[in-house]
């Protein structure tokens, strides 16, 4: 039912930021032309969205600026943090991965307009694991919950799965948690709930879909509530060819 197409995607929040720190850019109606002098003009950017990608997009342009950096009003997501601690661990200085303020401080440009490479970047073999998914854990969880499956999944960060785990417990689905792991177990029936997506830590708006499937099977009458994306409801056309029953209402309905 259009794959991606869930709504608007402004560029704004990008590139007005970009440009806050110091970037040029400009904009020819058929493509985006950036320019960086490495002369920072405001160490202080504030973000228009808590935008996930604007986020780091950010980030890894701050640390290749010379001095202090800060941006607040960032995203403090999971994979937001481990680009942190990435960044981190190869040499460039910051703090507040998985907070909404973050801050950068680096003494020279650690990427030169000659991209010859920042010069205190760590040499060698840089180790680094990158943290499980959590939509991609929450997504075999619910398969595992919708087909009466009895599912073991290894690998998870609980703490990066709060809102979530709330939300199967309250619909009914069983489950245990292990020091490591997930474990999905059959359940006897689902019961229906409200989910309203927000910002992390709040329900993410990309489960939204594949928990609004689980809910067809439960008992009564469920609410989603989409707050991130106008268009994240197409799919519904396709569950009601299935024989769903959906009502669809704005916001004021």
Known sequence: PGGCSIGSRRLDTHFNALKTFGAHVEDDGTRYHISV????????????????TATENLIMFMVGTEG??????????PHVEGLCHFLEAAGYGIEGGGTHIIKTSNLKPQIPASRAGGSNLKSGTLVFSISPDPLEVATFAIAAAVTGGDVRIEGIVKDHLDMFLLKMREAGVSYIIESDALCIQPSKSFHA??????????????????FSVLLTQASGESLIFETMFE????????????????ISKGLYE
């Open 37 to 52: 002098d490495y002369t920072p003009k405001n160490r202080r950017v504030v973000l228009e969205e808590i935008s996930v």
């Open 68 to 77: 202090e950096g800060e941006l607040r009003l960032a995203a403090a997501e």
């Open 193 to 210: 709930i409200k989910i309203r997506t927000d910002i992390w830590p709040n329900f993410p708006t990309d489960l939204q879909a594949p």
């Open 231 to 246: 268009g994240r409801f197409e799919y519904l056309k396709e569950l009601q060819k299935m024989g769903v029953q959906i």
